[in-house]
């Protein structure tokens, strides 16, 4: 039987929930015996090269590039996992949710400390190379259907650990209650 | 000597003194419950709906239903520890509840009743309201995006004058809570502490203060909530 396929994705996130991945520690010696890895910011594949059993996202959707991706993850993955908080409910960058758009372009572009004299044409991204933003940044069981949640900030690497074990393996998951965190 | 009355819950026969409410006389009996706004020894406001249970086959809020003789009391049943888990959710979806970047996060009961009822994402879309924080006060913080409305530091919280300084304004999904802007100038930080302390999420954070317990050593890290009414008995 050839081994399970592991693709990863960091969307509107810090790349914090892949350093939790690291943080298996020896354990990915052991991981990459079990599993072979895709697409994944980890082995610098871009593009899926073949279906894949597992899809773990992290961050949430803030953008029209977010969404494509997901949406792509949607169809190589058989199992999709949303892990850390960003992509369970917006997290940090869903701070912007609650202001308009437009205030926060502003913001960035034209009136923020730092630009206000250095953008005189008063020019906004405005390019169809560059990525739409969203109204809102969304979490990415809102935009496509997910299979499993691993909540944390970033999620425990214990729990990471554990839920592909156990998906690898077809056991139960026991989660202990100090895994499960918010934070 | 007071008389004691006999009830049970889950089958588990349990005694309570004569007029004490269903979610105190649990907690004397080694039984935990789940409120956001009960506070023991202040009247019962029956506002968060989590202390539901079932008594004779009707849900009732435990925090406001006297304890009766023979009461036979439904509390640990999958029915009513769904609808608690979807009060929470409803909670977490209504507000703007960043646990990363709150400081009351390890020592947040709501955030505990999450952990200890598993939830991994809420079943209901998030509404992501708009909602303002008000930092006016000297020594407090008013998060609104946080406030669950449990009114327990209106019904609890009195400054040293033993004066109110919460209040509710606005009506219907704009009601909000409000500081006595004259009052809560001359709180002591004491006190602010105090209301800190009482608020069940980080809607109310004492100014300065703030992520100065480790991860790994708040309230909530280690053990779930209700774990030390569970081991008395």
Not at chain 2, 26 to 50: E, M, Q, S
Not at chain 2, 57 to 73: D, K, N, Q
Not at chain 2, 140 to 160: A, M, P, V
Request: charged share 25%.
């Amino acid at each position: 039987m050839s081994k399970p396929i592991i693709a990863t994705t960091s969307l509107a996130g810090c790349f914090g929930c892949h350093m939790s991945l690291l943080d298996i520690d020896e354990r990915i010696l052991e991981l990459i015996e079990l599993v072979e890895f895709n697409k994944s910011p980890i082995d610098d594949i871009k593009e899926f090269t073949k279906q894949c059993d597992i899809g773990l996202i992290e961050g949430g959707c803030c953008n029209s590039e977010n969404v494509h991706v997901l949406k792509d993850f949607r169809k190589n993955c058989k199992i999709l996992i949303s892990f850390g908080e960003c992509a369970l409910m917006g997290g940090l960058p869903a701070f912007r949710n609650g202001i308009p758009i437009k205030e926060c372009l502003d913001e960035a572009y034209l009136n923020g400390p730092t630009v206000v004299n250095s953008n005189p044409d008063k020019i906004l991204p405005n390019d169809d190379e560059i990525p739409m933003m969203l109204d809102k940044v969304y979490p990415c069981h809102e935009v496509v259907k997910i299979d499993y949640f691993l909540p944390g900030c970033p999620p425990r690497a214990d729990l990471i650990w554990d839920a592909l074990v156990a998906i690898l393996t077809g056991n139960e998951l026991k989660l202990p209650y100090e895994v499960v965190k918010f934070d | 000597m007071s008389e004691k009355i006999k009830f049970t819950i889950d089958d588990k026969e349990c005694f309570a003194e004569k007029g004490q409410n269903v979610l105190d006389a649990a907690t004397d009996n080694g039984i935990f419950i789940p409120a956001l706004c009960h506070i023991r020894g202040v009247k019962p406001a029956g506002a968060c709906r989590l202390c539901n249970v079932k008594i004779a086959g009707r849900l009732m809020t435990a925090c406001t239903t006297p304890v009766e003789s023979g009461m036979e009391i439904e509390n640990d049943i999958p029915e009513i520890q769904d609808l608690r888990l979807a009060i929470i959710e409803m909670l977490f979806v209504e507000g703007n509840h960043f646990c990363p970047a709150c400081e009351k996060s390890g020592n947040c009961e709501l955030q505990a009743l999450a952990y200890r009822y598993q939830m991994m994402v809420p079943r209901f879309p998030y509404e992501f309201p708009v909602k303002e924080i008000d930092a006016s006060c000297p020594k407090l913080i008013i998060d609104h995006n946080r406030c669950i409305l449990c009114k327990r530091c209106i019904r609890s919280f009195k400054d040293e004058n033993g004066k109110n300084i919460f209040a509710f304004k606005k009506r219907g999904h704009k009601l909000q809570i409000n500081i006595d802007e004259k009052l809560s100038a001359n709180l002591s930080d004491e006190m602010a502490q105090k209301a800190m302390d009482i608020c069940p999420v980080g809607a109310i954070i004492h100014k300065g203060k703030g992520f100065d317990e480790p991860i790994g050593t708040r309230k909530y890290d280690k053990v779930p909530i209700g774990s030390d009414i569970e081991s008395v008995v």
